[in-house]
C-alpha cells in the first residue's frame, strides 16, 4: 500500500501532475469544449463526476477481480464502468438542463472515450491506493480537469475581444496557448516537496 498522504495525492493530481497539462490525457474536450467558461465549467463538473464514479467503482471492481483472480478483465471492466456512468450523467443533463445537453454536443458522449477517466482508474491500481486514497485522487483529478478548462476558456474569451494576426488564428492560437498553459502548470513541480 502507498503511505502518500491525501492532501498530497489531492494536490498532486490536481495542480502538480494535472492530467490535461501534464499528462495530456483528455486533451479532445480540453480543447473542443473550452470556448466559454460556462459550458467548460459544467462540462468539468460532468467528467469531474464521472471520474468520482468510477474511480469508487474501478477499486471495487479491482479488488472483486483479484479476489477470483481474474485480473485480465481489468480493462473491459473499466471501460464498461466508465460508459455507464457516462450515459447516466448523460441522461441526467438531457433531462434537467437540456441547454447544457445542446451545448455540449457531441463532446458530452466522447467523455466515454476520455483516456483521462480511464487513466484514472489505471493510475489508482498500479499505484495500489487505498479506498480514502482513491477518493483523494479522483477528486483531485476531477478538480484537475475543471480547473485547466475553466483557465483555458478564460484566455479563449479574452483572445476573442483582442487584435489577434490572421496567422495564429484558431487552432494554432489555441495550441500555443494550451503549451503556455502547460508549461505555467510546471510551476507546481515544487509544492509538496521537502
Not at 471492481?61 to 485480473?71: C, E, M, T, Y
Not at 464498461?80 to 441522461?91: D, F, G, K, N, P
Not at 482513491?134 to 474569451?157: C, D, N, P, Y
Request: aromatic share 12%; glycine share 8%.
Amino acid at each position: 500500500m502507498v503511505t502518500e498522504q491525501y492532501w498530497f495525492i489531492f494536490l498532486n493530481a490536481a495542480l502538480i501532475n494535472n492530467f490535461v497539462l501534464s499528462s495530456f490525457l483528455g486533451i479532445c474536450p480540453f480543447l473542443g469544449v473550452s470556448n466559454k467558461v460556462e459550458t467548460a465549467s459544467r462540462m468539468g463538473a460532468a467528467v469531474a463526476f464521472v471520474m468520482f464514479i468510477a474511480s469508487l467503482a474501478a477499486y471495487g471492481i479491482h479488488h472483486l477481480l483479484v479476489l477470483i483472480d481474474a485480473q485480465f478483465l481489468q480493462l473491459i471492466s473499466y471501460i464498461v464502468v466508465i460508459a455507464s456512468t457516462v450515459q447516466l450523467v448523460e441522461m441526467i443533463i438531457k433531462k434537467f438542463s437540456p441547454a447544457l445537453f445542446k451545448a455540449l454536443g457531441i463532446f458530452l458522449p466522447l467523455i466515454t472515450t476520455n483516456c483521462a477517466i480511464l487513466g484514472l482508474a489505471l493510475f489508482q491500481t498500479n499505484r495500489s491506493y487505498d479506498f480514502f486514497q482513491s477518493i483523494s485522487f479522483a477528486l483531485g483529478a476531477g478538480l484537475g480537469f475543471t480547473i485547466a478548462l475553466v483557465i483555458m476558456a478564460g484566455i479563449r474569451e479574452e483572445l476573442q475581444l483582442s487584435e489577434v494576426p490572421n496567422v495564429v488564428k484558431g487552432a494554432a492560437l489555441t495550441l500555443m496557448v494550451a503549451g503556455i498553459l502547460s508549461m505555467a502548470f510546471m510551476g507546481f513541480a515544487g509544492l509538496g516537496g521537502n
